[in-house]
């Protein structure tokens, strides 16, 4: 890949954001090549949890301006068709993330603005650098927000924070970003590569099959009344209980001892 580095080390699947000279902002190869990532990554049957992090000082900065400034120059119309075919580009690397059956980890560092914090949202468990910078920042370029970006920010932070967040524009701060929820930690610049490594790694280590079904109960519950919710979680619960994780993780309790979870169902 050109603008993605992708490895896989302890069970963790690692996707690189590596166009660093730019701040990592995403043109169509990267969005291209984000979904292919990902898609592999969902389909990776050796990947227990996956990394999600931006190469150099910064996570990502949005979408790369030198490309719409480019397109500016194409009569309206070709201009819409342009970023219609754009902005679809990046719905398989969102869906995949909030889908796939694993556990995913952002590291942020330096700017996390436009898509960049359509990806923080995205993962299920965010890491910050202290000295991070958030932002939605699209309406400083006269457009709506994309990357579903108006579906999960209202989910985590409410309505009207979400309205001030993305009609105001506002940059706001690492510290403000764990305030609002959009991030679960703060750690040190120095070692937030480490921590992210660290905590993918522990969940590479879990209860792969619990983990899916409680992220797939996660999403599910956002449109699920109670009842309907409730008999969803019976049944996930049935079915962990039905796997050799389980029965380990019970034998541990009772031994008093660490469990050794194998991912086997």
């Known amino acids: 890949m050109q603008t993605l580095n992708v490895g896989r080390q302890e069970g963790v699947f690692e996707i690189c954001l590596a166009r660093p000279e730019i701040l990592n902002a995403a043109n169509?190869?990267?969005?291209?090549?984000?979904?292919a990532a990902t898609a592999e990554a969902a389909a990776d049957r050796d990947a227990r949890a996956v990394l999600l992090r931006g190469a150099g000082s910064h996570f990502m900065a949005g979408g790369d301006i030198r490309f719409f400034g480019e397109v500016i120059a194409l009569p309206a119309e070709e201009r819409r068709r342009v970023f219609l075919e754009l902005v679809d580009l990046l719905h398989p690397s969102l869906v995949a993330l909030r889908t796939m059956p694993?556990?995913?980890?952002?590291?942020?560092?330096?700017?996390?603005?436009?898509?960049g914090l359509s990806l923080v949202l995205a993962a299920d468990l965010a890491l910050a650098s202290e000295d991070a910078v958030f932002g939605?920042?699209?309406?400083?370029?006269?457009?709506?927000?994309?990357?579903?970006?108006?579906?999960?920010?209202?989910?985590?932070?409410?309505l009207k924070r979400a309205a001030e967040l993305m009609l105001l524009g506002e940059r706001?701060?690492?510290?403000?970003?764990?305030?609002?929820?959009?991030?679960?930690?703060?750690?040190?610049?120095?070692?937030?590569?480490?921590?992210?490594?660290?905590?993918?790694?522990?969940?590479a280590a879990g209860p792969t099959i619990a983990y899916a079904r409680t992220k797939a109960l996660l999403q599910a519950s956002v449109g699920e009344g109670l009842e309907q919710q409730m008999k969803r979680e019976a049944e996930s619960f049935a079915a962990c209980a039905a796997t050799e994780d389980f029965a380990e993780g019970v034998r541990?309790?009772?031994?008093?001892?660490?469990?050794?979870f194998s991912g086997a169902g």
């Not at 694993?102 to 898509?115: C, D, L, S």
């Not at 699209?138 to 970006?149: F, N, R, V």
């Open 136 to 158: 939605s920042g699209y309406i400083h370029l006269g457009t709506s927000p994309d990357g579903a970006a108006s579906w999960s920010l209202p989910r985590i932070v409410g």
């Open 102 to 115: 694993k556990p995913v980890v952002v590291a942020v560092q330096g700017a996390a603005a436009g898509f």
């Open 28 to 35: 169509r190869e990267m969005i291209a090549e984000l979904a």
């Open 172 to 203: 706001f701060e690492a510290r403000r970003a764990l305030e609002l929820g959009i991030v679960n930690r703060l750690v040190p610049p120095e070692e937030l590569a480490a921590e992210a490594l660290a905590l993918a790694r522990r969940l």
């Open 252 to 260: 541990a309790f009772l031994e008093k001892r660490p469990a050794s």
